[in-house]
């Protein structure tokens, strides 16, 4: 049969479906709130309304080559068009990005733990995958990045750095990032949560430079997770490389060009939404602390529970929250709760008090 054909990877990794099972859970019923995949549960700024009633009349052409979202994102930066590619979400030039670098049995040096679907693609590439495991005190988490330095070796072809990171919410700090960079060591940066981080300004990376490719995405602050719009920054020759593992004819779609760029244009509404999550996010986590549970400072617009103490682990107290109303989403033994509305996370911490018997 075909068993005997397939690469590895394809025979070893589980299905998409076994992976995205949680999220199908009970698909359709509008009476669950959702706080399982760091959406902005609010829509996005109506200026994007407007954008999206535009992109019908030119439904029929193809994407621009340039789009004018790449040259805004440019001017935000600083740098030139060419040192920016606009793709289908981050995934999208965060895989193309592994492929340019990455091929079967070569070393990649990524944290644990953090973004699975980025070690999932690893697998599929049948990388050797080093995990540098992050450590944790009563406050938060902590990146070491000495530890990641120490855990490159000769044979090291990436490094990966989700930061903010997913699922633990802490930062690696600017200094801690450039140490790595000066490696001159291929190095993602994956920065999908960076609009959270009030704190840390990675767009000089873009400019110094030739081996970091930062990414970032349209999915969280801006609302926009549905039309996948994420992009990458980086030293133009690197981003070539990277392009070439892109399908040709660009992946993203006219309309999310353009609702993207209508976005963009929206500071206000876009920081008024951080603020929103960040304020929401700080009223959370003493909230869940005075429930009983263990928990650690976020610089995203997520929070994560220690669930080592409880029946079945992550998915024990998962499915526990999910049998009152809510779906949050397990992940190594942390149960990650998504910032929702003000009353999605009031239903969420009534879940949790009811968990823990004090309903
Ligand atoms: N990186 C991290 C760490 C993420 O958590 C996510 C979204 N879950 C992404 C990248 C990709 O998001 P998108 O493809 O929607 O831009």
């Not at 009476?31 to 009633?53: G, I, K, Q």
């Not at 959370?284 to 617009?301: E, F, I, Q, V, Y």
């Amino acid at each position: 049969g075909l068993a005997g054909y397939l690469v590895p990877a394809a025979r070893d990794l589980p299905s998409n479906a076994s992976y995205l099972a949680h999220l199908a859970v009970s698909d359709g019923d509008d009476t669950l709130v959702r706080l399982a995949s760091n959406e902005n549960t609010e829509p996005p700024s109506p200026r994007v309304r407007a954008a999206l009633e535009r992109a019908y009349l030119d439904a029929n052409l193809s994407p621009p080559p340039v789009p004018p979202l790449r040259r805004a994102l440019a001017g935000r930066y600083g740098v030139e068009p060419d040192q920016v590619l606009v793709t289908a979400g981050s995934t999208e030039v965060i895989d193309a990005t592994l492929r340019t670098f990455v091929r079967a049995g070569d070393e990649v040096v990524i944290p644990r733990p953090s973004w699975p679907v980025c070690h999932r693609r690893l697998q599929a590439l049948e990388a050797r995958i080093v995990e540098v495991p992050l450590d944790s005190d009563d406050e938060s988490w902590r990146y070491d990045a000495d530890r990641m330095l120490a855990a490159i070796t000769p044979a090291t072809k990436l490094v990966v750095v989700c930061t903010p990171n997913n699922p633990t919410g802490n930062a690696m700090s600017l200094d801690g990032v450039r140490r790595i960079a000066d490696t001159g060591i291929p190095f993602l940066v994956d920065a999908a949560y960076a609009d959270f981080d009030l704190n840390i300004d990675l767009t000089g990376l873009a400019h110094e430079y030739d081996n970091v490719v930062l990414t970032r995405t349209f999915s969280k602050a801006y609302s926009l997770a549905g039309l996948r719009i994420g992009y990458a920054v980086g030293n133009a020759e690197t981003l070539d490389y990277v392009d070439r593992f892109l399908v040709p004819g660009s992946s993203v779609s006219s309309a999310s060009l353009r609702a993207g760029l209508a976005a963009l244009e929206d500071d206000a509404y876009h920081d008024h939404q951080v603020d929103r999550i960040v304020g929401e996010r700080e009223r959370l986590l003493p909230a869940l602390r005075a429930l009983g549970l263990r928990t650690w400072a976020s610089k995203c617009n997520f929070v994560s529970v220690d669930a080592s103490g409880f029946d079945g682990g992550a998915e024990g107290l998962a499915g526990a929250i999910l049998t009152h109303g809510v779906v949050v989403r397990p992940l190594h033994d942390l149960v990650r709760i998504s910032i929702g509305r003000g009353e999605e996370n009031d239903a969420l911490l009534a879940a949790v008090a009811a968990v823990v018997g004090r309903g």
